[in-house]
Each structure stands twice: as structure tokens, then as C-alpha cells.
């Protein structure tokens, strides 16, 4: 279904088709009429399937921008899914101009409370943070209209429910609430019967996860060989056309600019750039102008490409289900498709998780020699030879080509057109590649950077079993929490430092 079926203001249908939203999602069909209407929802949906946009457009065509004043607080289980659901619905806004704002543990309380000076109508924020701003006094939410817990399953696991509840007592009861989360434990109903009137029940089901038409792969390297290697996968398996994800823009900036100094007919899309700059990649993209598309994750949800052949996950995702997001881009309408995922030595249990999501092994892959990409180079550039010797264009140039034969042989023009039509070995042209803070050797919640979305009373990860959250306690809750906390505390410790190496 197209967006503006779905009831939606000119302005805010701009702003979609700005960010390159073609079709709305089978969440956002369902959910956003509702929304609009202002009725209490109950989604269930898995990452990556656009729920963002689902409660996020709505909400943005609801706020007063007249009104300087808090209307909407969406509640995030993890400081970087409050970042990245605050920049999506920044973008959206935009032509609304509508002001988002952020909160999250770890960064400057003081900074965020200036910010907040400025009025924004939407506020983001995790559970711990947002109280904290409650207590101070520097939020005033007496004036919210819509209230969102998001990944609310996730909130549950990390023992935020205490939080939550506090968080929700401080807003008007004449409110708007909505639901979205994974799965809907027994949990997650009791908060829907405590603070929401008559919910409508939205369930999404899951899409089958991979596909037999994927060939799916990894690679086990380390960060700084992880380019010069894929680039000599690309020329082994010789790619039609490619999506390459990297985790953030800076990432997408240096991983596209270091394929075109080798080369590579590359370009890269994130939410920074101009409305022009991405139309016209997207476009070179589909018409088959571009070879190799480098996004983030959120650049490249909901557009529908058809014809990708290959996806390289330079960074493995933080989340499971984007890893089937991301693969869900080949292998369509019947055609075969390959994934590769490079993964660090301190990052296999993250793949382990996705395996054990997918239900399928990936196979390992072996890093292509320097000879065995030098051989690709050449196969590919048969290719073009051919293509060129087909063009009909070429009859022009026979005269011109029977001097050359006259002061060369036709070996050394020969090989003189290949060596201008390889790239030669991807270690020859430098590329500076920064290296991203590893995720957390740790498994648990997304909270330490892990995915297990444990049951009440512990649960398997992986073959080993978890301790120390029995559903029913709050001081097992509060001390689950605690350890997320001070697991957190050590993270942003370890990433000063490796900040110090850096320079």
C-alpha cells in the first residue's frame, strides 16, 4: 500500500519520499490509520520492519509545532536505539518542523538539559535517563498527548519495568499509548490491561527468516584487514550489483570513498546526506549505473531493490533480525543470491546468535589470495573486452586500430587494454579504514551489546544456561539491571581508552 493511502498530511508524504520510503510496510498498513485516530496499539513486530515510521509518522503529523511543549516521549530500551529512532524521526520532521529531542545515560546531563530549553514536542529517551530528568525537574511532560514504549520486551528483560512505571505516572492519564515489541509475553499484556485503554492488537508475522536462494557466508578477520579483503572477494566472485552495510555513516563515508579510489563503481547513503545526493544515488543504483551501494542500516530500510546479487555485511549488526533485513535484499523473486558477514574474532558469538535465529550454518570462507583476485580481475575484465568488441562503435575506430597494429603486436595492445581494465591487487592504493570500538565480548541483553531475549527464569544462550533473572522478583530485576549499568560504565571506559591509543 502506497503512503498516501494511509491518511497522511502533504507534508509529512514529502518528507517519505525524501528518505526514499516507497511502500509502507505491513506494520506501518496496519498501525499508522490507528495512530492517526489516536487509539491505543499493541504492536508486534521484529526489528528492521519499520516500526519506527509506523508510530513515528503519525505522531509527527499530531503534534502542535505551535506549541513549545513536550506532546510525545518515546521510551527506548538502549542508548542506540534512542540515537537512531531520534535521527529518523528528525528527518521525517523536517518539513513539519517539528523539533526532536534525545536522552540517554552517559553522555552530559548538562549539555541535555540546555537542549531541552529549546522546547522540543518529541522526546526520546531510556528509562534511567528520562527519570532522572524527571526528578530534576528539567522535563515537564504534563502536556504529553502519546506516550511509546518501544522494544518493550527488551525494557522487561533488563528490569526496567520499575522505571517505566514511574515514567508513566508522571504523564496525563488522558493520553495516547502504543506498544511495540518482539514477542507479547504475559508481561507485556499486563501493561497493556494497567495503562491502556482498549488497545488495538497489531501482529505482524515474521517473514521466514533466510532463504534457500542465499548462500549465506562468513569471514573471520581482524578490523584492519577486514577492507583489503573483502575487496578481493569482490573480484573473485565478480558481483552484479551490491549492497555493502556498515554500522555507522563515518564507517559508509571512508568504506565508499576507499572502493572508488580503487576503482570500484561505488557510492554510499546515509542520513546525513542532501535529499538530491541520496535521489541520485538510489537512482544510479536501481538503473544499474552503480555497482556497489554502501548504507547504514537505517538509510537502507524500506527501499525496495530488486536485482542485488550480493551483500557484504562489513560490520555484523548489533541486532539479529537486521541481519535477515539485510540479507532479505538478495536472493528475490526466485533468484539466487550471496551474503557475506566479516566478523572479528571477539564478534563469533554475535554470529553464533544469528545462526541460531536463522536457523542455518553459515559457511566459512576462505580470504582470496592476492593471485586468486588478480585471476577475478581478469575474468571480469573479459567481460568488458567483449562488451567493447560488441559495441557497434567500434567500426569507427578500425583505421586507428590498424596503426597500432603497425607499431605494437597485437599481444602487447592486448595486454596493455587488460592491465587498463583490472584494478591490480586492493593493497596497492592505500586506504585508511578508521577502526569502530569493537561490540562487547558479552552475551545477555542488547544492554551489554548482546541479543538474548530471555524468557522469565533464565533461558539457553547458545547451550549455556543463564542465571539470575526469575520473573516475579524485583530485586532480581534491580540487580539485573545494576549489572547493565555497570557493564555499561566499563564499556565507556574501555572506549576512552581505546580513544587515547587512537591518537
Known sequence: MKFSELGLDADILKAIKRSGFEEATPIQEETIPLVLKRKDVIGQAQTGTGKTAAFGLPIIQNIDTSKRQIQSVIISPTREL???????LFRLSKDKHGKVQVVYGGADIRRQIQNLKNAPQILVGTPGRLLDH????????SHVRSLVLDEADEMLDMGFLEDIESIISSVPKERQTLLFSATIPKQILKIGEKFMTDPSVVKIKSKELTTDLVDQYYVKAREFEKFDTMTRIIDVQAPELTIIFGRTKRRVDELSKGLEARGYNAAGIHGDLTQQRRMTIMNKFKAGKLDILVATDVAARGLDISGVTHVYNYDIPQDPESYVHRIGRTGRAGHHGVSVTFVTPNEMDYLRVIEHLTKKRMLPLKPPTEKEAF????????????ELIDDPDSVKYEDQAEQLLEKYDAKQIAAALLNDLTKGDAQNVPVKITPERPLPHKKGSRSSGGYHRGGRGGGKYNGRQQHGRKGGSNSNRYSHKDRARKRYDRDQSSKRKYTIRKK
Open 134 to 141: 524527571i526528578r530534576r525537574k528539567t522535563v515537564d511532560l
Open 82 to 88: 534512542a540515537i537512531q529512532t531520534q535521527e529518523e
Open 375 to 386: 585471476i577475478g580481475q581478469v575474468s571480469s575484465a573479459f567481460d568488458d573486452v567483449q
